[in-house]
């Protein structure tokens, strides 16, 4: 019964924080591509067997390409493996231990590169590094201020594990943040259903699908 009234709610709050969704302006907004990188997104590549629902990478480029026509910034904040023997809190968190232990993601890998199928010359790039929040030990967020963006739309990444740590982050720093639901890695339906409608519509101010956002 609980869990009953916890969906329904993070439901709800979903739906009403898509109808407080206004216009993106064209210099006021970024979208943040995380993990964007062939091992998970071209495949095939063990991500392939780990994860239940990987990230659609046609449609983030299609999305893509429509953000740079409107105007947006883009930001890739790529991810890499711990380092092999490396053994920290951080280093054995789910995603992390998983990147590592499937040699995914490893620093100066053709499949640590960014997809080129997501990639403009005008994109920005940020260093790799074996973090789950965009922000932390970057420059992000200078990045972001120096453009006068106030509004991130997050694609890409595990939904609850770096697409939620950097979506935490960017309204920590007073973003505006809205999280693109059909654009990010699962690694079960469960996961996916728990993230975008109870954990995230209780953080970002909202979560929309790319049509949604393009349409309006």
């Known amino acids: 019964m609980i ?11 979903t739906n009403r924080k898509m109808r407080s969704y206004g216009p993106h302006a064209a210099d006021d907004t970024a979208v943040i591509v995380l993990a964007g990188q062939r091992d998970l997104i071209d495949g095939p590549s063990a991500w392939s067997d780990i994860c239940e ?4 990478g046609g449609r983030l480029a299609g999305f893509l390409r429509r953000a740079r026509e409107a105007g947006w910034a883009v930001f890739h904040v790529p991810i890499q493996a711990p380092a092999p023997g490396l053994e920290t809190a951080l280093s054995q968190t789910h995603f992390l231990k998983l990147l590592q232990e499937n040699a995914l993601l490893q620093p100066g890998t053709p499949g640590a590169e960014i997809s080129e199928s997501l ?4 994109d920005v790039v940020l260093p790799p590094r074996a973090r789950l929040n965009g922000f932390y030990d970057s420059d992000l967020d200078a990045q972001l201020q120096a453009k006068g963006i106030t509004r991130l739309i997050i694609a890409g990444g595990l939904v609850n594990a770096d697409t939620d740590s950097t979506a935490r982050m960017g309204v920590e720093l007073d973003y505006d943040v809205t999280v693109l639901s059909d654009t990010v890695a699962a690694l079960t339906a469960t996961d996916r259903e728990m993230a975008l409608t109870v954990t995230l519509p209780r953080l970002v101010a909202r979560i929309m699908d790319t049509t949604a956002v393009l349409g309006r």
Do not use: A, H, I
Not at 3 to 11: A, I, P
Not at 119 to 122: A, E, F, N, V
């Open 3 to 13: 869990g009953g009234l916890v969906d329904r709610f993070g439901r709800w709050l």
């Open 53 to 56: 629902m990987p990230v659609d």
């Open 119 to 122: 990639r403009d010359p005008g």
